[in-house]
């Protein structure tokens, strides 16, 4: 599902985010990817979303290569993707129920499906009461449920969810961390990216990346 | 395509999102493009109406035979006949005094009391000459040879000044669409500018989402569309009132002026103008997409 030999991403100013990381994510595989603040989590992330390009190494996901990806098939391997971002990129002014339909007006379901879909999948969130809330009135751990329930709405083979605690005391961080736990399936990974590793349960997690100043530290998985 | 159908609903909802954003800005657009639209479409309607009294009076090309004092009727009737032989002559007939007092109070209409102050009817007789457009100069000139004339008269000078005018209007027309156009590109991609500029958060969530380009730039491409249609269908509007006042303002003091058909010349401004903004609106929105598409990445 996503392999990375030597991938290395340098910004323009010349910084390392990522310094010759190499891994693989198999289907079905819970990966936590921990690392404190600026360790290059998130810039792993915008690779794996395709919004920024390696500038050496080699990355695939999805069957997809990363190095040279075009426009119209990284848009094919998003639709594929249920991403819950840091800053959650709710559209403010609509609805609970509006926000999660939007993740799948542009994919190939059935305008009829829509509703319940979208009605199941805040149901798994625990949000059905809101569906028509307006997405400023919520707090900061329901606007996060949404951003969930937009992600798994869309059905996807990869569940990204970058830093999902940052904002949450504890309570709701474990809920939150539980929430995406569940959303394992045969067929769908979950990646998480969390500076938190206390609130991780190892029991059930595949894979425990850490990353360190753009560098692998660790990881439960064997490297190439 | 089947994205865009069950979409409806959302980009229409989007697209009137997006006007309201900017109330003042796209108001004051719109008050823009209704202008611009308007006087544009008076200067095609001036034109329109310029190349019909050319046609008209190409199509009614005539002369007058003035004939030297001392001929008689008698003789005005034969050269009518005689007339006739020339080439280029399509029909010839004697108009007396008297009809040319009628047709000159037909023409008057309420303004013909001041014939009563002549003593004596003030008109001559003459022979009124239908001739092929193409051969005026040539029947003037076989015309002018005859003893008897005194003097022809044609309407030459009238329709090469009405043809001068034709061609300026012609050229202002062009000049204005030009202009008009032009205007209308820069407004409207500014505005296509502005909505992206203040939506760039949700663009941005959208493509991250997968959205394809089409499905994020359509709300854009028809707000623009529905500023440059509204501004050209409120020009449409006034355009059609200000031809009904200028009609009624033409018929009463001079009738003899041959206008095309009201109705007629309204509707065909209407199509151009509705055509052109529809053009611009798309042209203008995707002028402001993909200029903005360098900054957006959309």
């Not at chain 2, 329109?48 to 001392?70: K, P, R, W």
């Not at chain 2, 003459?126 to 044609?154: I, L, M, N, P, T």
């Not at chain 2, 529809?278 to 360098?294: A, D, E, T, V």
């Amino acid at each position: 599902m996503i392999t990375a030999k030597k991938l290395s991403l340098q910004y323009p100013d010349g910084t390392n985010a990522l310094n010759e990381i190499n891994l693989r994510i198999k289907a079905g595989e819970l990966v936590y990817i921990t690392g404190p603040s600026g360790s290059g989590k998130t810039s792993l992330i915008k690779l794996l979303m395709g919004m920024e390009k390696p500038t050496a190494g080699r990355l695939e996901v999805l069957s997809h290569s990363m190095n040279r990806i075009d426009v119209k098939r990284r848009m094919l391997l998003r639709q594929y993707m249920g991403p819950v971002f840091q800053e959650l990129k709710l559209i403010n002014g609509r609805t609970v129920l509006d926000n999660v339909i939007l993740g799948m007006r542009f994919l190939p379901i059935p305008k009829q499906q829509w509703k319940t879909l979208a009605t199941d999948a805040l149901e798994k969130v625990k949000l059905s009461h809101k569906i028509f809330s307006y997405a400023e009135n919520l707090s900061w751990g329901e606007k996060q449920r949404v951003a969930i329930a937009r992600a798994i709405v869309r059905k996807p083979s990869l569940i990204i969810a970058d830093e999902p605690t940052g904002n949450l005391d504890r309570k709701n961080a474990i809920n939150i961390l539980e929430l995406l736990n569940s959303l394992k399936q045969e067929d769908t990974s979950v990646i998480i990216t969390t500076h938190a590793t206390h609130l991780i349960d190892s029991d059930i997690v595949d894979q425990l990346i850490q990353i360190e100043a753009g560098q692998l530290q660790a990881s439960s998985m064997e490297e190439f | 395509m089947k994205a865009i159908t069950a979409n409806l609903g959302y980009f229409f909802k989007e697209t009137f999102t997006l006007l309201k954003l900017n109330k003042l800005s796209n108001i004051l657009s719109l008050l823009s493009i209704t202008l611009a639209f308007f006087l544009l479409s008076l200067v095609v309607a001036t034109w329109l109406i310029s190349t019909e009294m050319v046609d008209v009076l190409q199509q009614e090309a005539e002369i007058n035979v003035f004939f030297s004092e001392g001929t008689g009727n008698t003789s005005h009737y034969e050269m009518a006949e005689s007339f006739l032989e020339i080439q280029g002559v399509q029909a010839s007939r004697v108009v007396t005094e008297a009809e040319a007092l009628e047709r000159m109070e037909t023409i008057l209409g309420e303004e013909s009391e001041v014939l009563t102050y002549f003593d004596e009817n003030p008109f001559e007789s003459f022979v009124e000459v239908k001739v092929d457009f193409e051969q005026v100069g040539a029947v003037k000139e076989s015309v002018s040879a005859h003893e008897d004339v005194r003097y022809v008269r044609d309407h030459q000078e009238v329709l090469d000044q009405i043809r001068n005018i034709s061609a300026l209007q012609r050229f202002l027309g062009t000049l204005f669409i030009v202009a008009a156009g032009t205007a209308t590109l820069v407004i409207i991609s500014h505005i296509i500018r502005q909505g992206i500029y203040h939506n760039r958060q949700q663009i941005n969530t959208l493509l991250l989402l997968g959205a394809p380009n089409f499905f994020v730039s359509l709300p854009f491409v028809l707000s623009g569309l529905v500023l440059t249609l509204t501004g050209g269908l409120f020009a449409s509007l006034l355009t059609r009132f200000t031809v009904g006042l200028g009609y009624a303002q033409l018929a009463t003091p001079i009738p003899f002026i041959p206008l095309p058909p009201q109705e007629l010349l309204v509707q065909n401004t209407t199509v151009l103008v509705l055509g052109l903004s529809i053009f611009l609106g798309l042209s203008g929105s995707i002028m402001g997409i993909r200029s903005s598409r360098k900054e957006e990445s959309l």
